[in-house]
């Protein structure tokens, strides 16, 4: 089993409101990822959690933020967000045995969000 | 910094068919993988197929297959017999080997094939 499951689908919100994406997975795996979309583009990675470490990938504005509450569920928290943040936002997950190297990343559908 | 270079935008084939797409990368890394993913209309992103690097041996799964040119940079995918539902944007990319660690995926561009029935 390599599901990745995301919520919710689709979501639209105002500048000034504060919403959150959940990314979940029972693959045991111990790294999850954040990944940005836009339409015709290839995915950008903006956040990797390995062992519930975070790696930021300083491009990245502050009206995201991420928190991983377990091993198998990561959320993106955001706020405050502008009309050129509306893209499909993707979670990803890979196994990371310890000492070893990280396998494959399996991703999730996506949560298609729009900005108004 | 690795890069992923795709250099088709886009490629239209009969049902069928056979074709290959095109990918280069540069990194000064010796240990990766490299990946074929998948995006079809629902914009499902899924695993085609992965190359890791020490191994010779070109990967292989079913209809799919790569040719690996470690020295040269050369990651290509080959589809053979192609179907209907092969009509995606591909992507190539490229992973850094982390020991006990995790890095993120760099995307080519893409390619969008089209299978044409």
């Known amino acids: 089993d390599t599901e990745v499951t995301q919520t919710p689908k689709h979501l639209v919100m105002g500048m000034t409101n504060k919403k959150s994406l959940k990314c979940e997975q029972h693959?045991?795996?111990?790294?999850m990822y954040w990944y940005k979309q836009k339409a015709k583009k290839p995915p950008e990675l903006m956040f990797v959690?390995?062992?519930?470490?975070?790696?930021i990938n300083e491009s990245v504005p502050s009206r995201f933020s991420p928190e991983c509450p377990n091993s198998s569920l990561l959320n993106l928290h955001l706020h405050a967000l502008q009309p050129e943040d509306s893209a499909l936002y993707l979670c990803?997950?890979?196994?990371?045995?310890?000492?070893?190297?990280?396998?494959?990343?399996?991703f999730g559908p996506g949560t298609r969000l729009l900005v108004l | 910094a690795q890069t992923v270079t795709q250099s088709q935008p886009e490629m239209s084939v009969q049902e069928a068919e056979t074709v290959t797409l095109s990918c280069t990368y540069d990194?000064?890394?010796?240990?990766?993988?490299l990946f074929w993913y998948k995006q079809p209309p629902s914009r499902q992103m899924i695993l085609v197929i992965r190359?890791?690097?020490?191994?010779?041996q070109n990967a292989t799964e079913n209809r799919f297959s790569v040719n690996f040119q470690k020295a040269a940079k050369s990651f290509s995918l080959k589809i053979s017999d192609s179907q209907l539902g092969d009509t995606a944007m591909y992507f190539c990319?490229?992973?850094?080997?982390?020991?006990?660690?995790?890095?993120?995926?760099?995307f080519g561009k893409g390619t969008h094939l089209i299978i044409q029935p």
């Open positions: 990803a997950s890979s196994q990371v045995s310890t000492g070893a190297y990280q396998e494959t990343q399996y």
């Open positions: 693959m045991g795996h111990r790294a």
């Open positions: 959690y390995s062992y519930e470490k975070l790696s």
């Open positions: 990194t000064s890394e010796s240990n990766y993988y």
């Open positions: 190359q890791e690097a020490y191994k010779q």
């Open positions: 990319a490229f992973m850094m080997l982390i020991g006990g660690g995790a890095d993120g995926l760099t």
